[in-house]
């Protein structure tokens, strides 16, 4: 991801500002600030962790170096607050700033081992504040340089308003603190199919999914960008409002759902919750990419976190906190994905489709076509036994470059990539556009048009 770094001194005369976005007043001043916060950590070369749950306390700013005298490293603790009651540069070196009595004494409790400060930021209502332009331009360049994993988070979540989600596999760790190629490859394998699932899901309910819904689901998330945390154990996506939000919103049901299911069949024994689980998201694809996630593991978070420009979705908790999964809950999570694969039907289509490969063991007799399909059922091909009429019927339609129409059921067995029952095989007509397109993927493709045997594909 490239990013431009910022005029200095604001915007030249000669050049326009641009249209400020629609996000709220509360939420730039948090961007703002913890931002700002960021800039000055990297500055002084401290390190930045965010405790949870945060329990007033937002921040731990650590400094390490070999001359502290007690420990290597000094922490303490912060909490930020920003304002615009307050105008900037008040006069004199105090300000008064008002919190309630409860925050006051835990902040200023005495003695404590780590020490706690609040952090006040005033900021101005509006960028008519003659510094306003050069004071963000130098927070920008002071994280764009920054090699502090957390400031590109802030970069890009300014960049594109976007719900995160995070994923923590707990692994032992290698040298310096480093994890295997595997290791990571296994997280970043994870991450993709419980995205994927999420995208499945938000187009349909359904216990297992194969080959269905997976084009229009992965095409959904080409706009996902991905930020690997130091060490390799973490990983976090940032999935656009516009249009990630549903697969954010669908993966945080699923997740409680699967969390829950989980809980009770361990109690019980009971597979009940795993086919409740299915309406909130669960499926066997979600299944298995917890499986993936877990595994090799002394366990594994996902937190989901809100775009603060958007805010919380309707139904969902404003700080979600982690779902977390343990080897233990690998036994419920593989059963209820095997029994997803068993208990999905069969479902019943009408499709249309271009004849892309025909075969047969003889000159006569039925034979197995593939089919790209065009329309009718959400999957990118299928094959269907056909008897010697229809399969006279496919071949001529094939040679003249028209697709043909057929009904059957798609069968759950094999990824819902076979078409049973198959019956009404007839041509269909389409316009000289499309039936040119289809006579040249023909010449194209003459080498997988045969009437010998030969081995079929899945």
């Not at 349909?204 to 194969?210: H, K, L, T, V, W």
């Not at 309406?279 to 996630?293: H, P």
């Not at 197995?368 to 959400?378: H, K, Y």
Request: with cysteine; net charge negative; glycine share 10%.
């Amino acid at each position: 991801m490239a990013l431009a770094q910022p005029e200095s001194g604001g915007l030249p005369p000669q050049r326009l500002a641009p249209t400020r976005g629609s996000l709220a007043t509360t939420a730039c001043m948090e961007t703002l600030q913890v931002g700002y916060l960021h800039a000055v950590a990297a500055a002084a070369g401290c390190s930045l962790s965010q405790p949870f749950p945060d329990n007033g306390i937002d921040w731990h700013v650590s400094h390490g170096s070999p001359g502290h005298t007690v420990d290597d490293e000094v922490t303490i603790k912060v909490q930020l607050k920003c304002t615009y009651q307050i105008p900037p540069r008040p006069p004199g070196k105090t300000f008064s700033f008002t919190l309630d009595n409860e925050h006051l004494v835990k902040l200023a409790r005495t003695p404590v081992s780590v020490h706690k400060i609040l952090v006040v930021m005033l900021v101005p209502e509006s960028r008519a504040f003659p510094d306003c332009e050069d004071l963000l331009g130098e927070a920008l360049a002071a994280l764009a340089h920054s090699a502090t994993p957390s400031a590109r988070e802030v970069l890009t979540g300014l960049a594109v308003p976007s719900d995160e989600i995070r994923w923590w596999r707990d692994v032992p760790p290698g040298p310096a603190g480093t994890v295997p190629w595997t290791v990571q490859e296994q997280l970043r394998s994870a991450a993709r199919q419980l995205l994927l699932a999420g995208a499945l899901a938000v187009r349909g309910r359904a216990g297992y999914y194969g080959a269905r819904y997976r084009r229009s689901a992965q095409a959904s998330l080409e706009t996902v960008v991905v930020g690997a945390a130091p060490g390799g154990r973490g990983l976090t996506a940032f999935l656009p409002v516009e249009p990630g939000r549903p697969v954010a919103v669908r993966l945080y049901h699923a997740l409680h759902a699967a969390r829950e299911a989980t809980d009770y069949q361990r109690a019980t024994g009971g597979m009940e919750a795993f086919d409740a689980a299915v309406e909130a998201g669960v499926s066997r694809e979600l299944t298995e990419a917890l499986v993936t996630l877990v595994r090799g593991t002394e366990g594994a978070r996902i937190a989901v976190e809100w775009a603060p420009a958007a805010g919380a979705p309707e139904g969902c908790a404003a700080r979600p906190e982690p779902v977390e999964f343990s080897p233990g809950d690998l036994p419920a999570l593989r059963e209820a994905g095997a029994r997803y694969l068993t208990d999905e039907p069969s479902v019943p289509v009408r499709l249309t489709g271009a004849v892309v490969r025909m075969r047969r063991s003889g000159p006569r007799g039925e034979g197995t076509v593939r089919l790209r399909v065009l329309g009718g059922a959400d999957v990118p091909h299928v094959r269907v036994s056909l008897d010697e009429e229809a399969y006279r019927t496919a071949g001529h339609a094939h040679l003249v470059g028209l697709p043909i129409r057929v009904v059957g059921r798609l069968e759950s067995r094999g990824g819902f990539r076979r078409l049973t029952d198959a019956s009404g095989v007839v041509p269909v007509q389409v316009d000289e556009t499309e039936r040119d397109r289809l006579m040249k993927a023909l010449q194209e493709n003459l080498d997988f048009f045969e009437e010998a045997c030969g081995p079929d594909e899945g």
